[in-house]
T-cell receptor, first 116, second 115 residues
Framework: AQSVTQLGSHVSVSEGALVLLRCNYS??????LFWYVQYPNQGLQLLLK??????LVKGINGFEAEFKKSETSFHLTKPSAHMSDAAEYFC??????????????FGRGTQLTVWP | DVKVTQSSRYLVKRTGEKVFLECVQD?????MFWYRQDPGLGLRLIYF???????EKGDIPEGYSVSREKKERFSLILESASTSQTSMYLC??????????????FGDGTRLSIL
């Protein structure tokens, strides 16, 4: 079974509209959760992470995500899309809190297109 | 800031060649990872290492090997390149020990074409 499921491989929004990128995870232990962004021809850049504490996490570039344990979800949102947000977004989960290794399991990615 | 440097952004090789992809990180991280990225498949883990000379297979190790002789350097080796290994390859590193909740930091990737 997949550890991370991103619903929607492509999402399109108009500039100024709400961005919602969905991520559901499976883990038998409380996970660490991450969102990464990848701009064309670049590596992955960390947007935000959830480890413990507050379930609403704020990241860079106005993005935020909410950890909902009951729904096993970690959806990424931004109130108002900007053209520069066009990129591919990856959700990732780390399931081994007790380990120092830090292996991540990635979703398949969601390509965000922003229309003017 | 953490810097993960991959030696080549673009590489073109021929079928059957032995190919080396190099990755260097400057933050004294214990853990290093090699992924390949293909459209629609996301990132798939090839190999990872948690210490010098230590390595572990990821999900798709077939056709690949790795080397970690120094802490800062992690090399991916395609023993006999095939066209199916044409892909984007990403290297990442992360802190172990005290940094258990630390993220992985990525290089800019190497786009490898096997002809």
């Amino acid at each position: 079974a997949q550890s991370v499921t991103q619903l929607g491989s492509h999402v399109s929004v108009s500039e100024g509209a709400l961005v919602l990128l969905r991520c559901n995870y499976s883990s038998s232990v409380p996970p660490y959760l991450f969102w990464y962004v990848q701009y064309p021809n670049q590596g992955l850049q960390l947007l935000l992470k959830y480890t413990t504490g507050a379930t609403l996490v704020k990241g860079i570039n106005g993005f935020e995500a909410e950890f909902k344990k009951s729904e096993t979800s970690f959806h990424l949102t931004k109130p108002s899309a900007h053209m520069s947000d066009a990129a591919e977004y990856f959700c990732a989960v780390r399931k081994d809190r007790g380990s120092t290794l830090g292996r991540l399991y990635f979703g398949r990615g969601t390509q965000l297109t922003v229309w003017p | 800031d953490v810097k993960v440097t991959q030696s080549s952004r673009y590489l073109v090789k021929r079928t059957g060649e032995k190919v080396f992809l190099e990755c260097v990180q400057d933050m004294d991280h214990e853990n290093m990872f090699w992924y390949r990225q293909d459209p629609g498949l996301g990132l798939r883990l090839i190999y990872f290492s948690y210490d010098v000379k230590m390595k572990e297979k990821g999900d798709i190790p077939e056709g690949y090997s790795v080397s970690r002789e120094k802490k800062e350097r992690f090399s991916l080796i395609l023993e006999s390149a095939s066209t199916s290994q044409t892909s984007m390859y990403l290297c990442a590193s992360s802190s172990g020990g005290q940094g258990r909740n630390q993220p992985q930091h990525f290089g800019d990737g190497t786009r490898l074409s096997i002809l």
